[in-house]
């Protein structure tokens, strides 16, 4: 069986899956920052509706 000299992710067990690159910590990350950004949308929303909900309550 002839392998290519290419980097695969072999836990991946269908053949496009594969050619794909190992996920890094770079994506972690970024799910890390889309969870801050969830956050500060629900953080502000609150606070936005307390106020208007202040104002014409």
Same mark, same amino acid.
Do not use: C, W
């Given at each position: 069986?002839?392998? &290519?000299?290419?980097?695969? *992710?072999? $836990? $991946? &067990?269908?053949?496009? /899956?594969? /050619? +794909?690159? /190992? ?11 889309? &969870? *801050?950004? +969830? /956050? ?6 609150? $606070? ?10």
């Amino acid at each position: 069986m002839k392998r &290519r000299l290419v980097l695969s *992710n072999e $836990a $991946a &067990r269908h053949p496009f /899956r594969q /050619r +794909l690159p /190992r996920p890094t910590l770079q994506a972690i990350e970024a799910v890390a920052d889309d &969870r *801050n950004d +969830l /956050r500060l949308f629900a953080v502000s929303f609150t $606070a936005f509706f307390i106020a208007i909900y202040g104002l014409f309550g």
